[in-house]
């Protein structure tokens, strides 16, 4: 009870990471069917099980949709905030500590997005199919990171069971060669009347304006790439924003397919209801379901993989496979963040992920809880007396003659 009392953020988490799992997410879900795909799994480099407390807490922030990032940001903010200035010392002190507790969210969300780290990779049992990305981006893009080259996306690629990727800058037609670590594929993503639209394939320039004046003028991009020999993916989230009422007219006009899951923060809010309706269409006219990595530069990890099927069309070419925690963003209330993703980050551990934290926070808790001995050196007395290793104690000095 004593130890409960002292160390109860320490005891909370012990119990949280044993109750969650019993009801665990899987690590995957094909998102069609929304069972755990029986032929591709994730594979924890042994650092990422190793660092499970700290690599599963960026994937969590990495996989934020923007609301929800918003709310926890803000709440976690005031409350470290507050827990800061309300311990004790002086009132200097105080708020020097309230303020770094305040700025921990921000140092935790800028190590989300730019720290090097182990990473999840996918692992097929088919060969025969290509894993693969639909729509990433370089700094060719606005938006992109300052010096994220093709080489730097291939790597990234690399790192999480990619084969292949399709290169998508905005309004910028991708025409480099890249086939190693992993190949890079032509495309770009064009931005017109509200719509962003992925162009996949060796596409040209193309003149905006001309689809760029209402919604009508719109329709008239999907014809215009199977002109150029290219295919027209519908991006999220802005047919699901902007153009939801006109779907069937961008079937009608020629649109080969929506993306179904993108792992942009600003496009994770999308929900399984409306992308149920998106897959009976596309399921209805036969049309082509991928997910996406909107890869940017910022972050290190994915949420989705596309598993292309040799020679297959349509629907059945190509299978999404996500993680939970990122389909869990549509479903949730923004606000309820700060406690929800936690606690969704804390369902998806593996059982090597759970022994991990469960052995970081009991080391943490022994070392803080057990008291030290007068001569024990600094920080390592527990150490020194646990394993009975004199060269960490102060030699006594001799007795006075």
């Given at each position: ?27 995957l879900?094909?998102?069609?069917s ?24 960026l994937?969590a ?61 996918l ?9 693969i ?18 080489l ?36 770009a ?12 394939a ?15 003028s ?9 002109r ?6 519908a991006?999220?989230?802005e ?35 409306p ?8 399921r209805q006219?036969?049309?082509?379901v991928?997910g ?11 949420c ?6 040799p020679g ?39 059982w090597?992920?759970?022994v991990?934290?469960?052995?970081w ?9 057990v008291?030290?001995r ?28």
């Amino acid at each position: 009870m004593n130890l409960l009392r002292r160390h109860p953020i320490a005891c909370a988490l012990l119990l949280l990471v044993l109750l969650s799992a019993l009801d665990p997410l899987p690590p995957l879900v094909d998102v069609v069917s929304g069972a755990p795909p029986g032929d591709a799994e994730l594979s924890l480099p042994v650092w990422y099980v190793v660092l499970a407390p700290v690599s599963n807490t960026l994937d969590a922030l990495t996989f934020l949709s923007l609301d929800r990032a918003r709310w926890l940001l803000a709440v976690w903010v005031v409350a470290l905030a507050a827990w800061g200035y309300l311990r004790g010392g002086t009132r200097r002190r105080r708020v020097a500590r309230g303020l770094a507790a305040a700025l921990a969210p921000f140092v935790a969300g800028a190590a989300a997005a730019l720290l090097p780290r182990p990473v999840a990779r996918l692992v097929t049992a088919d060969s025969s199919v290509t894993v693969i990305d639909y729509h990433a981006h370089t700094s060719a893009s606005h938006d992109g990171r300052p010096g994220w080259t093709a080489l730097d996306l291939a790597r990234w690629h690399a790192a999480q069971g990619f084969a292949a990727s399709y290169v998508t800058d905005h309004n910028v037609v991708f025409d480099q060669r890249v086939g190693q670590p992993v190949r890079l594929l032509p495309g770009a993503e064009w931005s017109v009347y509200g719509q962003h639209v992925v162009a996949l394939a060796d596409t040209l320039l193309i003149d905006r304006d001309r689809f760029n004046r209402d919604a009508r003028s719109l329709l008239a991009v999907f014809p215009e790439l199977h002109r150029v020999g290219a295919l027209g993916i519908a991006s999220l989230p802005e047919y699901w924003r902007n153009h939801w009422d006109d779907l069937d007219d961008f079937v009608a006009a020629g649109l080969d397919g929506f993306e179904i899951v993108n792992c942009a923060p600003k496009a994770l809010a999308f929900s399984d209801a409306p992308r149920g309706q998106v897959l009976d269409l596309a399921r209805q006219h036969d049309l082509l379901v991928v997910g996406a990595s909107d890869n940017h530069g910022w972050g290190k990890a994915t949420c989705v993989w596309d598993l292309s099927l040799p020679g297959a069309k349509g629907y059945a070419a190509n299978r999404v496979v996500a993680r939970p925690i990122a389909l869990a963003q549509g479903e949730w209330l923004p606000w309820t963040a700060p406690y929800t993703q936690g606690w969704l980050m804390l369902r998806g551990l593996s059982w090597s992920e759970r022994v991990s934290w469960l052995t970081w926070v009991l080391v943490i808790l022994i070392y803080r809880a057990v008291p030290r001995r007068e001569g024990d050196a600094r920080g390592l007395g527990i150490l020194a007396r646990s394993l009975k290793v004199r060269i960490f104690r102060r030699r006594a000095p001799p007795p006075s003659a």
